[in-house]
């Protein structure tokens, strides 16, 4: 069964990879970032998720993997865009004010 909520808000019709992309963005704005592999596979029907969390990593996507009690969760913690925005932040020197 595919689920129609997920962390309380409605999921939207996506294709897999871009589905995967909205839940770790949405978990991330939870109280609670984590989400199993089982849930990608048996509530979303995405059984290739570390395929797809692979191909978000060679795109820029930092997504962390945590294992816990032989369950793997994954969490996200920079999209592309706050990667970039972070790297110009960075380079510019405005990240941290030093007065």
Do not use: C
């Not at 059984?47 to 996507?61: C, E, K, T």
Request: charged fraction near 30%; aromatic fraction near 14%.
């Amino acid at each position: 069964m595919d689920y129609q909520y997920f962390r309380e808000r409605p999921v939207p019709k996506l294709n897999q990879r871009k589905k995967v992309e909205w839940l770790l963005e949405t978990a991330r704005e939870s109280t609670k970032p984590l989400v199993s592999s089982n849930v990608f596979i048996y509530d979303f029907r995405i059984p290739r998720i570390s395929a797809h969390i692979h191909n978000m990593r060679n795109d820029l996507w930092d997504v962390r993997t945590v294992k816990k009690d032989n369950e793997y969760f994954y969490e996200l913690v920079m999209t592309p865009k706050e990667i970039v925005q972070y790297s110009k932040e960075q380079n510019t020197g405005k990240l941290f004010d030093t007065e």
